[in-house]
Nanobody, 126 residues
Framework: QVQLVESGGGLVQAGDSLRLSCAAS????????MGWFRQAPGKEREFVAA????????YYADSVKGRFTMSRDNAKNTVALQMNGLKPEDTAVYYC???????????????????WGQGTQVTVSS
């Protein structure tokens, strides 16, 4: 099993930046595709970004493309989400997720992920 712990959330103003981190334990992340999701109050959990197990393939939701960058360091068993140009609509609890893969697949649906962190709150004020 993989245990995931997110950190780095906080309260910022519109236009600011935050860097979220996801630390894994229990298994090496090199065999897992990773994803970032977010959930705002009263809304469903939505896809933010995903990376293949090597990190060579990444994909972003249209709403964050050009502002957010996902990266991973398999040697350190960590995944990061650099968020620039934050907007009030980015306010949500952010989750990292992992799923075991045998190739370079990435997934956009939360249903494809087996392991989740507890989430970290990001609040962007206008």
């Amino acid at each position: 099993q993989v245990q995931l712990v997110e950190s780095g959330g906080g309260l910022v103003q519109a236009g600011d930046s935050l860097r979220l981190s996801c630390a894994a334990s229990g298994r090496t992340l090199s065999s897992y595709a990773m994803g970032w999701f977010r959930q705002a109050p009263g809304k469903e959990r939505e896809f933010v970004a995903a990376a293949s197990r090597t990190g060579l393939i990444t994909y972003y939701a249209d709403s964050v493309k050009g502002r957010f960058t996902m990266s991973r360091d398999n040697a350190k068993n960590t995944v990061a989400l650099q968020m620039n140009g934050l907007k009030p609509e980015d306010t949500a609890v952010y989750y990292c997720a992992a799923t075991l893969v045998r190739d370079s697949s990435i997934y956009f649906s939360p249903n494809r992920y087996d392991y989740w962190g507890q989430g970290t709150q990001v609040t962007v004020s206008s």
